[in-house]
């Protein structure tokens, strides 16, 4: 099995958790909060998954970061087991997967706009508007500038992409010309 579906298996089970506690914004918070833990240390996680490092000396490092953000004892158990199970190196897909999951249970679709400049807001908001209209749910749009696309724009909408890019449309020029 692929990490991004053990991530997806904890991801959902952690949302169900957090809709039985009516706690959302706190489970995504908290969850946000130990994935940036873990990433901005590389040293910790890669620590935290060698297994030439002995499980109590995993375990203790484990408690000592832990000891550096405020989480619940959910996030804290999670971790726990993640480490455990020799997991702890998917935290941030399974986090990835539970702001989907989140997005999805509030109605929020999350939308990516790469193009090569600077889109301006009113062709931002026509985007939302045509989004919206179309799948009925609140549209997130995150600007991203890529300088290598040579024009046009690529949507990302959860996990499918609509590639209006010109080098999207030259290669696919070039393909129907033989």
């Known amino acids: 099995m692929t990490d991004r579906k053990i991530a997806k298996r904890y991801a959902r089970a952690v949302m169900a958790i957090a809709i039985e506690q009516n706690d959302l914004d706190r489970f995504q918070a908290e969850l946000a909060a130990l994935r940036d833990l873990l990433t901005v240390d590389s040293d910790a996680l890669e620590l935290l998954q060698n297994p030439l490092i002995s499980a109590e000396d995993q375990q203790q490092l484990f408690e000592m970061l832990m000891g550096m953000i405020d989480v619940s004892e959910d996030i804290r ?101 033989g």
Do not use: W
């Open 77 to 177: 158990s999670l971790a726990r087991l993640l480490v455990k199970n020799g997991r702890i190196g998917i935290i941030a897909a399974l986090v990835d997967e539970f702001d989907l999951l989140a997005d999805e249970q509030r109605g929020d679709v999350k939308v990516s706009v790469v193009s090569a400049v600077d889109i301006p807001e009113n062709k931002i908001d026509h985007i939302r508007c045509v989004l919206y209209k179309r799948m009925g749910k609140n549209i997130n749009i995150e600007k991203v500038i890529d300088p290598s696309l040579v024009g046009g724009a690529l949507l990302r909408i959860g996990n499918r992409v609509v590639d209006g890019t010109v080098r999207s449309k030259l290669s696919q020029m070039k393909e129907s010309l």
